[in-house]
C-alpha cells in the first residue's frame, strides 16, 4: 500500500528548483524543458523541441548545487530536491566564451547576408555583449556548395546540427550528416556527391544563420523588409501553417509579391512544394463579367474541384440551390460516399484520427496511397513515429516506395485491384474476435497478401498501445469503395485503433460537408478551376478569378480542422463571389461573410476548430468479398513526383514529369531509358520520356498528372492503377 | 610495474627528476609505455590523465603543440561541440605559435582561457581532457615556455623530425577485448541514426546482433559512469543498430568499403565467432578467404551451443550472412585431417585456425565411465538440443538408443537432469533441460551463489531459478551410481568455506558426514572444454599452452609454425564471444600484412591498443564532472516466465525506443586522447 501511495503521489514527478522557484517536472522532461515552461530563460543555440536533444552548443549548461562543475540543460532530467542556477558569473564567462568561438571566422557579410535581421548568431552576439574577438585560428578555404534548389555556405555554419537533427528524426529523408573533422568539421550530403532528397527545404528553416538558403531567394530581400501573411498551404489536405513572406516587387513596381514561404518549424514540417511552390497567383484578368454571370446562371452544370476554400464552395451551393444547376465534383463525390459508408459501421460521421496520432502511435498501418508523395505530412508523421516510438509501420501498396525503407518495418505488395479483398483480409486481422466470414484462402491468394505477413501485424498489434491505420486516396476512388469503407468503420469502432482518412485533395473533407454533389456533368456547364462549356479559373480558362494565395477563406484539413488562409498577393479582377452576387441577387460585400454562416462566427474570429463527428448506431454489415479482379497487360500509377500537386505547383515549380518505369516495365514494354512514348489514360494523351527507375519493383509505372492543366483535377479522380498501351514515338 | 621517468603528472602522481642523474630517478607507480615496440623506446607519454617524461631531452613546448594537433587531427570523435571544434584548434594555433617564436604572453593566458572553458564545457570527456597535460607542462614547465616567448625563439626541435603516435580510446572501448568504439554506437542511437550506430559496431565487432545479445559485457564493469551512478547498459544498446538493418531488410552495412580483390588466400579452420570474425575481417581486405567447418551448420558454439531463447538464430544467421556477402566460401561438415592441413599449407597464403575447445571435461569423480547411459557431455547435449531446435535436425536410431530417448529430439519428460558447472555453458544445459521438459533439473555447484553470479550474470541465473532450475552450491559428485551401465543415481559430496588463517581467500574443504544422496536419469558435465587438435599434423610441432591449446604470443596469433594463427577458444581456452571475436580480428589484421609481405607486424593503433592495455584507461577512483547523478539505469523487459520457460521464444524483449534513447543519453562519451613521441 505504501509503495502504491508513493506511485500515485507523484512517481512520475519530480520536484526540485530553478533559481530558487519550485517547479515540476514530468517523467522523462529535461530541466531546460521544464525552464521553458516555467518561462525562465536559457540561451540554446542548436536546440530543437521536434527532434532529441543535439547537445552541440553547450550553452544552455546551468549549475546544479552540489555539482562543481556545469551541467547540460537540454540532456539531463532534473532528480528530485536538486537545485538549479541558470545564471552566475561563471555561467556567464563560458557562455561568452562559446560566443566568441562561434565568431571566430564568421564571415562579417552581415550585409549582404540573407539571415541578417533574423540571426540567432547576431542575437547571441548581442546579447553576450561582445564587442572585441580575442580568440583567433587559422582560415580555411570554404567553399559555397551548390545542392539544387538550397545553397549551402560553410563558411557562414555554426554547425548547430539542428538541420541534421530534422532532415533525420522529422522529415526522414536522412540525406545530409556531419562530417566529423574538429575545426574543419562541415555538413555534407549522406552517402552521395551532392544532395539527393525530397527537397522540403525543412533544413533552411531550422538553419539559425545564413549557411542553408533558398537559391532562390539569396539577395532578393532583407528578413525585415517582409511582412508575414499567415496562410494555409493550398496544396494538399495537410494544409499545413505557413507565412507568405511578402514585399513590393521593386521600387518602380510597388505590387505586393511572395519572397518566400515560412513556416514555424517546431510546430510543423512543411514540403517543397508548400515552401518553393508559392508563385501560383493570377495576374491574368481575362473574360467579360457580365458574360461570365450569364454562364454561371444558367448552366445545368456546375464542374469544380477540392482545391477550393469551403467560402466558395457554400457560394457554389448557394448558386447551385439557387439554378437548380447540379454540382458536380467526382473526387469529393467519392469522398463523401466514402465517409457516408464508413459512417455506417464506425458509428461516427467522421474518421477520428490525426497526424499526431499517427506520430504518436507504436503501430500504423498504411493502405492504398503513395503517401511521401500524396501527403508529405503523413510521411512526416510517419517518420516521427518510427523515429520517437520505432513504431511498427507497415505499408500495403502494389507500388513499393524505396524512399520510406528506413521508415517502414514491412512492406506488403497486394495485386493491383484487390484492394477490397485487402482490406477485409487485414480488418479482420487488426479486429480481435472478428466475426467476419471470409475465404480466407481465396482472398490471400488473389491479393498476394500472405497469411504470415497479416499475422505478423496481429502479434504486433497484441502489444502496441497506439495503434493508427491510414487510407489513402486509392481506395476512395476504388470501384468497391463503398464495402472497404464499411470494412474500414468496423476499425475505428474498436476504439482500439484510430483511423485517418487522407483527404484526396486540399478541402475534400471540407467540400464533403458543405455541397450536395452529383457525377456527370451536362451542358451547358460551368468549370471552377475545372474543364467545361465555359471555363471561371485561375489558371487561364474563359474567365479570370483568383488562385488561393489571393484570397480568404478557410480549408478543413485532414485533422478534421477548420483553418484560414489570407491574402498574400493581390488580384486586379474579380471573385466568384461577385458573380454569385449577381446570380443570386444578393449583396454579400465579401466571400468570407459566408465563414459566419458556415460555422456561426466571423472570419477574423475564427480559431482553430475541430469539425464534430455525428454519433449514430453503428451498425455491422459489409458485403460479401467477391470475385476480385485481375488486372493484366501494361499497368500505369497515377502520381505526381515530389514537390508537385496539381496546375498550380506546376506553374510555381518548374520539374520534369517522365514516365517513371520499373525495369520489368522496360523489358515488358520492351523500353529503354530516355525513349519517347505515348499513351493513353482515361481520355487524355500523354506523351513523356520513359525512364527506368531501379528503385520500382515488379511491372508498373508512375504517371505524373500535375502537368496535364485542368485535367489533372478530373485525372485524379478516378482509380490510380490504370491500363495503358505505350506507343514508343518513332 | 614501475616505469622510470624523468618527470610524471600522470593519474595524480607528481614526480620531478629534474636536476638529478638517471640512476637517482624515481619510478613511476604505474605501467607506463617508455618502450614503445621491441625496437623503438619513447620519450614522452601524454594523454588525459597527465603527462610522462622518460627522457630530459624531450622538447615540451612541441610536445604539448602536438598533442594538440593531433587531437585535430583524431578528432574523429570531435566536430560536435562548439568548444571542443573551435576550442581544440586555437590550443593548437597559439601553441605553435608560441613553439615558433612569435608567442606573447597574452597567448598564455588565451590558452588557460580557452582551455577553462573546453574543460568545463565539452560535450565529450576528449575536448574536457586534452588541456589538462597540456596546462600540466604550462605550469611545470613555465619557464621553458616564457622563455620562448621573451627571446622570440622556436623551441628547441621545433623543425626537427619526431615521431608521434596518437590513438583515441575509452574506458569501455579499452575494457572490451575487441576495442569496439563504444561510445560512437551509443551516440548513434541517442542520435536516431541507426545504421551510424551499426557501422561503429561493425568496425571491429561483425556479430552485431549476437553481441547484442549474449556478450558478457567486460565493458560494463569499466563504465565510468558507475563512478556517478550505474554503469550504461552498453550491450543491449548495441543491438538496435543490428535490428535496424535487419527489420528494414537494408543491405548490410559495412565498417568500409571491400578493398579489391588482392589475389591472396587464407583457409579459416571453425566457423564460430573467431572463423567468423578472421574471415570477415580479412575479406574486407581483398582477401579470398575459404572457411572449412566440420559441423553441418554454420556457427560454432553460438549455433549449436547458445540456446535459441537467449540467442535467436535467425539473428545470428544475419550475422553470418554479412560475412557471406563479403564473398567468403563456407564448406559444412568439412572436419579437417592432418592431410587436409598439409595441403592447406601449400594451397594457401596462411591458415587461421579456430576450432574452439569442444571436448566436453571430465567431472573427475568415482566410476565416471563414458559408457553409463545418462552420462552426457555439456558440448554434444546443446549440440542435439539446438540442433533440433533451430536447424530441425533430428537425432538418429542410434543416439536416441544412446541416450535413451524416445522422441526424434531432445525429450526428458518424466526424467532428472543433473548438471555439475557453473558457467555460462551449465546455465544453457539447465535452462534447456527445463525446456525438453524434465521432471527435475539440478545444478551443482561447488562454490556459492555470489561466485555463480559473478561467473555468469545476475540474470542468467535468476532467469534460471525462477524457471524451475534447483541450485546445490557447495555441492560436487563424489560417485556416479550405476545399474548394468545406466545411471541411477549421484553420490554428492558438500563442502564449506574455511577462512585461511594465514589471510587470503577462504578454503574450500569437505564436510565430513556431509554426503547425500539424489536419483539422476543424466548426468552432464559442463565443467570446462578443451580443444581437439588432433588435425594439426604431428609434424608441425605446434606448440601448446599448458591447457592444451595453441601457444601464440597474445598478440599477433602467429603460432610457433610460420604462417600459422589461431584465435578463439583454440588459443585462449573456453572463453567469451567477445574474446574470440578480438583475437580473431587482431589476427586477420596481422595475417592481412603477413600475407602481402611474410613480415609479421603491428600497427601503431594495435601497439597503442596494447599499452593502454597495459596501462589501464578506466579508473574507478576518479569522480565525474559534469554530470547529472542518480539517473536509473533502463531495464528492457522479459518474457514473463510461464511466458517462456515451455518454448525458445526470446527471453529479452530488448528495449521500447524511450528507453534506448533515455540509457543512451546517460552516455558520458569517455573518449579520451593519448600520444607517444618516440
Known sequence: MYEMLLYLDGGNMINFKINGKDVVAQKGETILQVARKEGIYIPTMCYLEKTTPIGSCRLCVVEVEGYDAPILSCQSKPTDGIEVQTDSDELFKHRKNIMELYNVNHPLECGVCDKSGACDLQNKTLEFGLSCQSFTAKEQNRPKKDWGRIQYDESLCILCEKCVSTCNEAVGDDAIELHFGGYSSSIVPKGSETLDCTYCGECISVCPVGALISKDFKYTANAWELQKIPASCSHCSAGCEISYEVKHTSTEDQTQKIYRVTNDYEENTVCGAGRFGFDFGNSETKGDFSEAVEKLRNAKSIVFNSNITNEEAKILSEVSKKTGAKLVNREALNFQNFLKAFAVNAGESLYNGTLEDVADSNQVVVIGTKISTDNPAVRYALTQAFKRNRAFISYLHPVY???????????????????????????????????????????????????????????????????????????????????????????????????????????????????????????????????????????????????????????????????????????????????????????????????????????????????????????????EVEDLPTFDGTLIYLSNPHLQFSPFTEKAISSEAPLLGSEQFAVAGKLSDGDEVEFEILGEKFRRKFQIDRNLRGVIALNPIFDMG????????????????????K | MGTKVYFSTW???????????????????????????TSQDSKAFIGWDGVSLFSEEVDVVRLATEYAAQYQEYSEACGRCAPGRWGGRILYDLLDKIARGEGEFSDVEHLKEVSETMMETSKCEIGKTVPIPILNLMEHFEEEFGNLIREKRKSKHYDSEVSYIAKVTAPCTDACPTGVDIPAYIEGVRDLRFDDSLQATRGSMPLAHTCGRVCPHPCEDACRRSNLDEPISIMELKRIGSDFETDHGLAFLHPTEQKPKIGKKVVVIGSGPAGLTGAYYMALEGIDVTVYEALPVLGGEVAVGVPEYRMPIGKYE?????????????????????????????????????SGTRISKKIRCENERPEIQGYWGAIDFLDKVNLYEKYGIKLTEEEKREHDIKEDFVDLTGKTLACVGGGFTSMDVVRCAIRANAEKVI????????????????????????????????????EMVDEDDILKSLKINTFELQPNPDGGRPKLVQVEDGDYEIEADYVIPAVSQSADLGFIPKEWEIELTSWKTILTNGRDYQTSRKGVFAAGDAEYGPMTIVNAVGQARRAASVISRFVQSGEISLTDEEIMEDHLKKLGVYNKKEPIRGWLGNQKREVSEKLGVDERKTNNREVNLGFTQEEAISEAERCMRCYYISMVAT
Open chain 2, 443 to 478: 545444478m551443482l555447484y561447488r562454490r556459492d551463489e555470489k561466485t555463480i553470479i559473478r561467473n555468469t550474470t545476475y540474470e542468467e541465473y535468476h532467469e534460471a531459478v525462477e524457471e524451475g532450475v534447483e541450485f546445490k552450491f557447495y555441492s560436487a559428485i563424489g
Open chain 2, 318 to 354: 544475419k550475422d553470418i550472412e554479412a560475412v557471406k556477402d563479403l564473398g567468403v566460401t563456407f564448406h559444412v561438415n568439412s572436419p579437417v585431417d592432418d592431410e587436409m592441413m598439409r595441403e592447406f599449407e601449400k594451397e594457401y597464403d596462411a591458415i587461421l585456425i579456430a
Open chain 1, 401 to 623: 516506395d524505396s524512399l520510406l525503407q528506413n521508415t517502414i518495418r514491412q512492406f506488403i505488395n497486394y495485386e493491383v485491384g484487390t484492394e477490397e479483398g485487402v482490406v477485409a483480409l487485414l480488418v479482420d486481422t487488426i479486429l480481435e474476435n472478428s466475426e467476419l466470414d471470409l475465404d480466407i484462402g481465396y482472398l490471400s491468394g488473389e491479393t498476394n497478401v500472405g497469411e504470415e505477413e497479416l499475422e505478423q501485424i496481429a502479434k504486433i498489434s497484441k502489444r502496441a498501445t497506439k495503434k493508427t491505420l491510414v487510407v489513402g486516396a486509392d481506395l476512395i476512388a476504388h470501384p468497391k469503395a463503398e464495402n472497404i469503407a464499411k470494412f474500414l468503420g468496423l476499425v475505428q469502432r474498436t476504439a482500439l485503433w484510430k483511423v485517418l482518412i487522407v483527404p484526396p485533395e486540399t478541402n475534400s473533407l471540407g467540400v464533403a460537408e458543405i455541397c450536395e454533389l452529383s457525377d456527370e456533368a451536362v451542358s451547358p456547364s460551368v468549370g471552377y478551376n475545372m474543364k467545361a462549356d465555359f471555363v471561371i479559373s485561375a489558371l487561364g480558362g474563359d474567365f479570370s478569378v483568383p488562385a488561393l494565395n489571393q484570397q480568404e477563406g478557410t480549408f478543413v484539413n485532414l485533422n478534421r480542422e477548420v483553418v484560414k488562409t489570407h491574402v498574400a498577393v493581390p488580384f486586379e479582377g474579380r471573385n466568384l463571389n461577385e458573380l454569385a452576387n449577381k446570380v443570386l441577387g444578393s449583396d454579400v460585400e465579401n466571400t468570407i461573410d459566408y465563414t459566419k454562416e458556415l460555422f456561426g462566427t466571423h472570419f477574423d474570429d475564427l480559431e482553430i476548430f475541430h469539425l464534430e463527428t455525428e454519433i449514430t448506431s453503428p451498425k455491422a454489415e459489409v458485403s
Open chain 2, 11 to 37: 593519474r595524480g602522481e607528481f614526480i620531478d627528476n629534474r636536476g638529478k642523474k638517471p640512476e637517482e630517478w624515481a619510478e613511476s607507480g604505474y605501467d607506463l609505455p617508455a618502450t614503445y615496440s
Open chain 1, 710 to 729: 485542368l485535367s489533372a483535377y478530373s485525372l485524379s479522380s478516378n482509380y490510380r492503377f490504370q491500363k495503358a498501351k505505350i506507343e514508343k514515338v
